[in-house]
């Protein structure tokens, strides 16, 4: 199982920006998936989480402007950014948790999670 985000860039504060992570595979299920940040010099921390069922889990410093939401089908996660501050500035990573695929011998194999190499997210004017 792999994860791949996009969607970082540069944008004024005020603006948007809306980020996806696509997990590749042969998957099976994935219980939660989500989204934490690191911005430098601080540790990584918890942006926002989503259950299969839907259920959504916040930060409070993102609730009201970030929305999460996944497509089970695609094993695909967004996060739907707004009125971005300056302090959203982050290396943002997205996870899978306990992830179950086929592996090459068509067995069941569930790990504990998995991580994307992060996507950057700048606010600044």
């Known amino acids: 199982v792999q994860l791949q985000a996009s969607g970082g860039g540069l944008v004024q504060p005020g603006g948007s920006l809306r980020l996806s992570c696509a997990a590749s595979g042969r998957i099976i299920r994935i219980d939660d998936m989500g989204w934490y940040r690191q911005a430098p010099g601080k540790q990584r921390e918890l942006v926002a989480d989503i259950s299969s069922s839907g259920t959504t889990n916040y930060a409070d410093s993102v609730k009201g402007r970030f929305t999460i939401s996944r497509d089970n089908a695609k094993n695909t996660v967004y996060l739907q950014m707004n009125s971005l501050k300056p302090e959203d500035t982050a290396v943002y990573y997205c996870?899978?948790?306990?992830?179950?695929?086929?592996?090459?011998?068509?067995?069941?194999?569930?790990?504990?999670?998995?991580w994307g190499p992060g996507t950057l997210v700048t606010v600044s004017s």
């Open positions: 996870y899978a948790d306990r992830p179950v695929y086929y592996n090459d011998y068509d067995e069941p194999v569930a790990v504990r999670d998995k």
